[in-house]
């Protein structure tokens, strides 16, 4: 087929060049053969017609008039454009010829020559231009996408989410022995959505399904298929399944699909933006393939809420598998499986540092490992210890701490360390079962001036009673610097503890309905996600002014707790969850 091409563009090239070689030659010739031509004064024209030395008179509209002598030479003079004109030269035995223009042969046959030419230019290039923006289309239309051929996965590589992986494992097998299934007339699903907060493993189990099946692994992002220019999408989408039914059984991942299949009744718009039109053609090509092709359609999102009702449907998104945050069992898997190929000492506790990364997600704790081997290798010990794991989740947390702190003033550190103390102190009386296991004045480069590292127990709920304690532990803060320095010194330090008692106090009255005043209505529902009003507004000011004065008096009970933590921060910077511990105890025997 290429080489048919290649020698018709080089025909052309051969006419084209032959053409021009023509037209070149016809116009030398031209100005070779043209005979002299006398140019005559009309004066002298007319003395000649009354002598009868003119022969033949071309009448024409022209400027000019053109002639023969009776010798046969040509001549030109000028036109007096006068009616009589004819009538004179015919009395004096003149032929007279009428003519619209004149051309000669010659000319004719090369003004053809060149109109060809630059015909046969112009058809050329227009082709050559269309060929090209065909070219840049199918260019643009064609999706690439990335294959994990280089690195075989299997979900040996996968700890946690037994759940997801059990129901992937099923597709493995439908992928491996179709005829177990057709027998009972079991039809594989086309496409299964993986959901879950960030870093849970959803791309790592769709890379592992494709291995576990031994089938080709077809990955793009659903941002490739958003495109300013119209069709665009829609025409890579065609071409990302085109390729899949070329190669026979595969697996095609979409991750964030979101990206190009939201709801499509965004405030009335309608269908008819590229964003609906990809979405379209993604539906079509779903519903085209058939499940025994063997081709499987895995996406994952973060917000399967935000998703358009048809890609959810059966027969298309057939499934939709949660991928959480891993449980304590989980994440002691996935730190054994980090843990696996790195030199880590023998008396490390995972059970213990599962209990301490409670919300971590896979990926998160990948990056505690990372940054522990970081350490490790800075100092070029003989292993992992838990000292370096201890500073690595701090710095995963909160960032590393700042070298110098020369320029901090300090009345700023006894702000910080009474504010943190606060947090430490509420938190112990409290919330029991959460465990503060360092309280620092110390700034980090994520910017905290300080902080309390407060990890809640891992529980599947939460009760009203833990969500308003929380909210409490973050006010408790703003609420000893109020108590110590006095309302007209306290800081900007609680502006993310006011944000985080903000958040929990807003779902639990708008989301969980966890206000008498309010009712169980789900004010989301009701008004939409940004719906708000001056009554919801009241309700939430009420509960945060009581929440702040249960909170003044629970520290005001305990000052000298709160004394004693914030008197050692600023002489040792640092204390770790044995010394918290040992100043509650110690405290409370005192006061029992």
Known sequence: MEVLKNKKIISIGIIFVVLAVAATYLVVQQFNNKEEIVELPYQEFARRVEAGEIQRVFLSEGPQLKGTFTSGESFVTDNPRNDQLKEL?????????????????????????????????????????????????????????????????????????????????????????????????????????????????????????????????????????????????????????????????????????????????????????????????????????????????LAATNRLDTLDEALLRPGRFDRQIEVGLPDINARREILALYCKDRPVEETLDLNALAHQTVYFSGAKLENLMNEAAIFAAREDANCITQQHIDRAFYVVVAGEEKKDRSSIEELDRRITAYHEAGHAVVTKLLCPNNRVTKVTIIPSTKGFGGFSMNIPADKMYQTKRDMMNNIKVALAGRIVEEIIFGSDNITTGASNDIQKATEILTAMVKRFGMNESIGMINYDVLMGHQGTDQRLIEVCNQQMNKLFTETKEVIEGHMTLVKRVAEALLDQETLNEKDINDMYSEYTKETA
């Open 89 to 297: 030269l015919l009395l004096k035995a003149v032929e007279v010829e009428e003519v619209s223009q004149q051309y000669t042969p010659s000319q004719i046959v090369t003004f053809v020559a060149v109109i060809l030419v630059f015909g046969i230019l112009a058809i050329f290039l227009s082709r050559q231009s269309s060929r090209q923006t065909s070219k840049e289309y199918d260019k643009m239309s064609s999706v690439e996408y990335s294959s994990n051929q280089e690195k075989r996965i299997s979900f040996g590589n996968v700890a946690g989410n037994q759940e997801a992986k059990d129901s992937l494992m099923e597709m493995v097998d439908f992928l491996k022995n179709p005829e177990k299934y057709e027998k009972y007339g079991a039809r594989m699903p086309k496409g299964v959505i993986l959901y879950g907060p960030p870093g849970t493993g959803k791309t790592l189990m769709a890379k592992a399904l494709a291995s576990e099946a031994d089938v080709d692994f077809m990955a793009v992002s659903g941002s490739d298929f958003v495109q300013i220019y119209a069709g665009v999408g829609a025409a890579r989408i065609r071409s990302l399944f085109k390729k899949a039914r070329e190669k026979g059984k595969c697996v095609i991942f979409i991750d964030e699909i979101d990206a190009m299949g939201k709801k499509r009744d965004r405030g009335g718009i309608g269908g008819s933006d590229e964003s609906d039109r990809t979405l379209n053609a993604l539906l079509t090509e779903m519903s085209g393939f058939k499940g025994s092709e063997g081709i499987i359609v």
